[in-house]
């Protein structure tokens, strides 16, 4: 008797389609992404991307930044792609406000000049960090590997500033000593090229001012970053399922009788996706409500952004959703359908977890998904607070992706004609 209740509930499974889905396939694909994503970097720490301002212009600086340059966690850039002329303090902090990189170093001025001192003296030229925080690793990764390339790369400045304390405090060296400690130290920088394994030092070598500049003047940090792709991510949930409406009329017969009026199946479609679109649209507006008045989500200052990016968010969500239930036959095709695509495309787009700790090639495959562009937008309003002309691109790729949605659900769609 056991064995035929077994029996029984693998038939049951196997004729269900939409439970033999959820039960095998979404963990394979979500197994496959998550290892895709945190396995591709096989234990080796992911290269941070470092704008760099040398306002030194020194023989030290530029070794300290071939030093840099050298480190294999680090990705230093210097410019912008369209643009030749070397960043300064203020164009790297634009580059890191645009999202172009998560921190960027200023090398001071005096740099080259400074030595290091043993009597306790603070005259430090302080090094800053302008940070993004919605990358916590970055400016950790950068200020660590600051600290050890001066150390390891640039062991001369340690040197000279190690012979002038001692003179200072010896009472003197004589000129043959100073002579002999001047060939070793030549010698010593032909073997510098030699990589150095590893350093310890106890306290910081050098002085690190380290600045988030776009988190420092918001309440809530995380909810600014993250209210996006929640929101996105449910909007396709609603979509797909409200959708599933279609499914539900043509199975109760309720299809027909609607295509015998004056209704043709384009208008049907043209009503659904407004009603979807306005549904998205109010379930957006009270999630952003709720923000603002619990969570201190900074909606009100950020209206015309909002609108500018939730209309063409729900519009192509909307179509999306109609575009689900136009390949699927029954509603539990739908659920099953939907919920293995909506996590997938919320996993790769963003919504579950920053696109940046993503591997590259990840990234960039992201940018063929639309929620992506969705969340590009809402983090440009709430997040960097760019200028509005930054969505039009965010908005157009929206535009675009949910005309596409809809014209090819109206094609699927025939098949409801035909019958």
């Known amino acids: 008797m056991i064995g035929a209740v077994v029996r029984t509930g693998w038939l049951n499974l196997r004729r269900d389609r939409a439970a033999l889905i959820l039960s095998f396939v979404v963990p394979v694909v979500f197994f496959s992404i998550f290892a895709g994503i945190f396995g591709a970097q096989r234990n080796k720490t992911a290269r941070v991307t470092m704008a760099v301002a040398d306002e030194d212009h020194s023989e030290r600086s530029k070794q300290l930044l071939d030093a840099l340059k050298a480190e294999s966690a680090l990705r230093i850039v210097e410019s912008k792609k369209d643009d030749p002329a070397k960043f300064t303090a203020a164009t790297a902090e634009a580059y890191v406000r645009a999202g172009d990189a998560p921190v960027a170093l200023v090398i001071p001025k005096g740099f080259g000049a400074w030595k290091i001192r043993f009597d306790g003296a603070d005259d430090k030229p302080a090094f800053r960090l302008l940070a993004d925080s919605a990358d916590p690793i ?45 060939q070793n130290m030549d010698q010593f920088k032909v073997l510098q090229a030699q990589p150095a394994t590893s350093t310890q030092a106890r306290g910081e070598l050098i002085k690190i001012e380290k600045t988030d ?34 499914l539900e009329e043509n199975e109760s017969g309720t299809l027909d009788r609607i295509l015998t009026t004056r209704v043709n199946f384009t208008t049907l479609m043209l009503g659904k996706l407004v009603y979807l679109w306005m549904l998205g649209f109010l379930q957006l507006c009270v999630m952003f409500l709720w923000g603002a008045a619990i969570f201190k989500l900074d909606l009100f200052n950020h209206l015309p952004g909002f609108f500018m990016i939730a209309i063409p968010t729900t519009f192509c969500t909307a179509a999306f959703g109609l575009l689900l239930a136009s390949f699927c036959r029954t509603r539990a095709q739908l659920g099953a359908i939907s919920t293995l695509v909506v996590l997938t495309i919320s996993a790769l787009g963003g919504s579950m977890f920053p696109r940046f700790m993503m591997p590259e090639g990840l990234q960039k495959a992201g940018l063929v998904l639309f929620n992506s562009w969705a969340l590009e937008g809402f983090t440009n309003v709430f997040w960097r607070e760019t200028p509005l002309q930054s969505l039009l691109l965010p908005m157009g790729m929206l535009v675009a992706f949910g005309v596409v949605f809809f014209l090819v659900a109206r094609m699927m769609v025939r098949r409801f004609e035909i019958a």
Do not use: C, H, R
């Open 138 to 182: 970055a400016d950790q990764v950068a200020g660590g590997l600051l600290q050890k390339t001066v150390m390891t790369a640039m062991p001369e400045m340690m040197m000279n500033s190690g012979v002038d304390a001692v003179d200072k405090y010896s009472g003197g060296l004589s000129p043959a000593q100073k002579s002999a400690l001047q």
């Open 213 to 246: 500049i776009l988190g420092q003047n918001k309440s809530n940090v995380v909810v600014a970053l993250y209210a996006a792709g929640i929101g996105v991510m449910f909007l396709l949930f609603t979509a797909s399922n409200a959708g599933g409406a279609l």
